[in-house]
């Protein structure tokens, strides 16, 4: 497969960068977090997304929305991780689109995806239970009522969870925790009787909710039991696009401690020409050549449908993982001691990556996913 963009991708990723550098600066994350901004988001730059189309990208034209494909998402997503934009985008545009597109009758797809292709409807995955990413660990139990599905538990580590109109939640009509058979999903409304919703505040800056859920009433989405095989598309969706817009920190971090390195002196020279920082400097230029070629093929992957999606998901994720991880940790390290201050930027990324590096899963349990691909 060519990986290069072509010209309406390239189109698209000039125009978001414009947008992002002008509209969601970290400035305005900063205030967004110093402000104690209930939402945690901008509304307004969120409305501006969506008339820009971002979040119909990936959602088919019979729907709603553009049909671009996931290359289109991911250069988005890619820009949106250069400035660590606040929105919905990823709960909504690439989680919650993705569950009802794979699970959704058609009746709901018809009445749904044009809402958030609209911007009217924001929705969030409600899967984890435990501190770490176990997809088929589910206990929250669903037992069919006369209204729908009644749904009993709690989930952890809910991105945008508070901000959502509903809740895709990961349950369990039967079988035990592990087993990917009995996995079911159910669709609640957020202000529906028995869900409560409490916000975490993440290092990031960025929204996470736990929610419990005293016998919610919700709607089946797809098959009784049957939800593991589309679970699997939906993670690994998200796992690809997290992993472009980790990219997309990883790209501005480098950058920003190249410029610094040519401009900060010591003994009347930059530290730039010291050999031991152009040797670290080159090593996470390489790093991010490679990350670069993951990410491209496990989104060209996506848009081909093909049948390496879940190792190339694993691959692409736990590359970035470590490779943000390295460079956000060496930009704070070549910025000094002022690299460690709230003054300078540089320690939004670091704490970004980190709050990534955990999203649907860290580089040990994609080690292990990717070994059992390959029959290990």
């Known amino acids: ?96 689109a993705s569950a ?17 292709a609209g911007g009217e409807l924001l929705l969030a995955l409600a899967l984890e239970e435990t501190p770490h990413h176990n997809p088929y660990g589910s206990n929250a139990r669903a037992e069919k009522s006369d209204a729908g599905y009644k749904v009993t538990g709690s989930k952890k580590f809910v991105l945008d969870g508070h901000v959502a109109n509903k809740i895709v939640v990961v349950t369990r009509t039967s079988g035990s925790s592990g087993d990917r058979d009995g996995l079911t999903f159910v669709l609640v409304d957020s ?34 039991g049957k939800a593991a095989d589309v679970l699997d598309k939906v993670l690994d969706t998200g796992r690809i696009l997290l992993s472009a817009e980790m990219l997309g920190g990883v790209e501005e971090c480098f950058e920003r401690t190249v410029e610094y390195l040519k401009v900060r002196e010591q003994f009347g020279v930059p530290v730039g020409s010291f050999q031991g920082l152009k040797h670290r400097a080159s090593e996470m230029f390489c790093e991010v050549e490679l990350a670069k070629s993951v990410v491209m093929e496990a989104l060209s992957a996506l848009d081909d449908d093909s049948d390496q999606i879940a190792e190339l998901a694993s691959l692409a994720k736990a590359t970035l993982n470590d490779i943000y991880h390295r460079v956000s940790s060496e930009g704070v390290q070549m910025h000094g001691g002022i690299g460690m201050t709230d003054e300078y930027e540089i320690g939004f990324f670091l704490k970004r990556s980190r709050v990534c590096e955990h999203a649907l899963g860290n580089s040990a349990f994609h080690r292990d996913r990717y070994g059992v691909t390959q029959g290990y």
């Open 1 to 96: 497969m060519p990986l290069v963009l072509n010209e309406e991708q390239n189109m698209l990723k000039d125009a978001t960068k414009d947008f992002c550098t002008n509209n969601t600066p970290i400035t305005q994350l900063r205030r967004l977090r110093d402000d104690k901004s209930e939402l945690g988001f901008d509304s307004a730059t969120w409305q501006q997304m969506v008339e820009l189309g971002w979040a119909g990208i990936t959602i088919p034209e019979d729907f709603g929305g553009l049909g671009f494909g996931y290359l289109g998402m991911g250069v988005v997503m890619e820009e949106c991780g250069r400035t660590l934009a606040a929105s919905p985008l990823f709960s909504t545009a690439v989680l919650g």
């Open 100 to 116: 009802i597109l794979h699970a959704g009758s058609e009746t709901q797809k018809s009445e749904l995806l044009p809402q958030i």
């Open 191 to 224: 202000d529906a009787p028995g869900v409560s919703v409490t916000r975490t505040v993440m290092v990031d800056s960025r929204n996470a909710s736990n929610i419990e859920f005293e016998g919610a009433v919700g709607a089946l989405l797809g098959e009784v």
